[in-house]
């Protein structure tokens, strides 16, 4: 057998291209850009090729930094601030399999706002990512962040929360959890919020966000477990779940297979894969 014809744990090609995958969470070099433009997350790209391929991934979402304080690398942010061109490089380099959205900084409400003019109103991004860490992050619960949510909102624009966890409560005053931000999402029950990671301890995170129906969850960054899947479809249903593969700096089995092994119907994992993430964006 031909290495092209392995499957590497995968389920096979034909089933995988008509499962029609869009990623939502893809983080080459978590988006930062390095000191000479997006050359980092170039870079990231190119090795991400091969998982990409395997995976037959139609579409994937990328978090890009613009210049507004979110790398905490003042080289780069000048540089951004400057030539602002650079942020549309990896979209240049994979025309087709790109969307975007960019990270916000909920420091820089001013700035922030600049942005979402900038890169929502004039496109070509589709919305914006608040993170979890880092100079640009604050807890979703904080009142700085509701211009940003409504300037978003105005622009019928995607948004991507960062939530996580901990044991013990937060480690850093800008982590968000999926109760903080169900208690964001139930002000604006029209807008729905993409709860990244399902908060990583997902029994948590799917029972903080079940009676909140705007708020769907995201699949990827933690290792996989037996029931996740199954516990979002049973609580949630179906349609409030997007497929993430966090390529490269997580395993495309571990993620894919997430949603691929799950104890679902073949039409379920098709909405999670690729069908909801379509809907969501009117594509």
């Known amino acids: 057998m031909k290495p092209a014809d392995l499957t590497w744990g995968l389920p096979p090609a034909e089933q995988l291209r008509g499962y029609r995958i869009w990623d939502s969470y893809f983080t080459p070099a978590h988006g930062h850009p390095g000191k000479d433009g997006f050359s980092t997350t170039l870079a990231d790209m190119t090795r991400s090729e091969r998982a990409i391929a395997l995976g037959h991934i139609e579409k994937l979402c990328l978090f890009s930094h613009v210049g507004i304080g979110t790398t905490g690398d003042a080289a780069a942010e000048e540089l951004l601030r400057a030539r602002p061109e650079l942020v549309l490089k990896p979209f240049e380099q994979w025309p087709d399999k790109l969307i975007g ?21 004039d496109g070509p991004m589709i919305g ?31 948004i991507m929360q960062h939530t996580w966890n901990k044991t013990g409560g937060k480690q850093a005053p800008g982590e968000s ?10 002000r ?5 919020f993409l709860c990244a990671h399902a908060g990583g301890e997902w029994e948590q995170g799917i029972r903080a966000v079940r009676d909140t129906p705007n708020v769907w969850i995201e699949t990827s960054g933690f290792d996989a477990t037996a029931g996740f899947i199954e516990m ?5 249903g179906e349609d409030r779940l997007l497929f993430g593969s ?27 894969l ?6 969501l964006l009117g594509a």
């Open 101 to 121: 959205m960019i990270q916000l900084n909920s420091n820089d409400v001013p700035a922030s706002l600049a942005a979402i003019d900038r890169w929502l109103g």
């Open 128 to 158: 914006v990512y608040f993170p979890g860490g880092g100079p640009g992050a604050l807890a979703c619960s904080d009142p700085r962040l509701m211009p940003l949510i409504e300037a978003v909102i105005a622009r019928k624009g995607v």
């Open 274 to 279: 690729g069908g909801n993430f379509r809907r």
């Open 188 to 192: 604006y029950p029209d807008q729905v």
């Open 177 to 186: 959890t999926p109760a903080e931000l169900a208690v964001v999402a139930a």
């Open 232 to 236: 979002a479809v049973r609580e949630l």
């Open 246 to 272: 966090h390529l490269p700096s997580r395993s495309l089995g571990t993620e894919l297979t997430k949603v691929t092994a799950a104890a679902i119907s073949e039409e379920a994992k098709r909405k999670i």
